[in-house]
């Protein structure tokens, strides 16, 4: 018996940690934040698989049989070689999964016109990996990805709700609509984004220009979709679980759960402050 591991580089997997506790608050989770070597946006695909695994190890140690990279930059970078090569010879009964898949599954069902931008890290937006999951699933899309390096500062700062950060979201919009105008849907693909959401609605809506339709004006910004993933997220953890009933009884329910990082707790806590409305304590925990 064991709990749900929730991973990421930092403090950008709690929107999904919550979303999933919001849906199945039943279970047991321990999350994981690497935060003392954040972030993994940037490191080449060989770092971040090595602080991946890592982390994975670290959780399946903890007890946890199912691990949630709420990453998507390792998730971008690390879970393929993870679920291919290192879990079948040293951990066939345990499973890791990803971000990107299920966004990509839902994304299409989403865009009318298949015209979809992603806003992401460095590392996902190179990595090409939302581009190729959704051709996959729904070939013909064309997709567009936007880095926005200045984001996840702007979030762990604090300062994702003041005026300065206006400009910063403002420029990424504008670079992202520049190489597509007929994109309909938005992924948020980096788990910090969620609390930039206003912001970034606000912007679009001042950068669409309303268009004459007939004797109507029709607003472009309303026709685009911004996806958080964190719901979506959840959803399909839910439904993997219905569907393999032998991994859910292997998982507690008290509705409990822990954090772990690899800087100051302290620091931790007053940070996940701002993506979680509870008071929370964490322990330090190293990796190698």
């Known amino acids: ?31 994981l934040g690497d935060n003392a070597r954040a972030p993994y946006g940037t490191r080449s695909f060989d770092v971040v698989y090595e602080f991946t695994l890592q982390a994975v190890q670290k959780l399946f140690a903890l007890g946890c049989p199912l691990v949630i990279l709420g990453c998507n930059t390792a998730s971008a970078k690390a879970l393929r070689s993870i679920q291919q090569k290192y879990l079948p010879v040293h951990a066939p009964d345990h499973r890791v999964l990803g971000v990107i898949r299920p966004t990509a599954e839902v994304v299409g069902q989403l865009s009318h016109t298949r015209h979809i931008g992603v806003l992401a890290t460095e590392g996902t937006i190179k990595s090409q990996s939302y581009n190729l999951e959704i051709e996959k699933l ?26 300065g950060a206006d400009y910063f979201v403002r420029d990424s919009l504008q670079k992202l609509l520049a190489q597509d105008p007929l994109i309909d849907t938005i992924i948020l693909g980096c788990t910090h ?96």
């Open 1 to 31: 018996m064991g709990r749900i591991g929730v991973f990421d580089s930092g403090y950008g997997g709690l929107t999904i940690l919550d979303s999933i506790r919001k849906r199945m608050p039943e279970y047991d989770y321990i999350y």
């Open 193 to 288: 984004y969620p609390l930039l959401l206003d912001k970034i609605s606000q912007q679009l809506h001042d950068l669409t220009t309303p268009i004459p339709h007939g004797r109507e004006v029709q607003d472009v910004s309303s026709q685009i979709r911004i996806i958080p993933q964190g719901q979506y997220i959840a959803a399909s953890l839910d439904d993997y679980l219905h569907r393999h009933p032998e991994m859910a009884q292997r998982l507690t329910r008290g509705g409990t759960c822990q954090y772990f990082t690899t800087e100051s707790p302290t620091r931790f806590r007053e940070s996940a402050s701002l993506f979680l409305h509870d008071e929370i304590t964490a322990q330090r925990i190293t990796l190698n």
């Open 138 to 163: 729904y070939p013909g899309s064309t997709i567009v990805g936007q880095a926005c390096p200045m984001w996840v500062p702007l979030v762990e700062c604090g300062e994702f709700d003041k005026p």
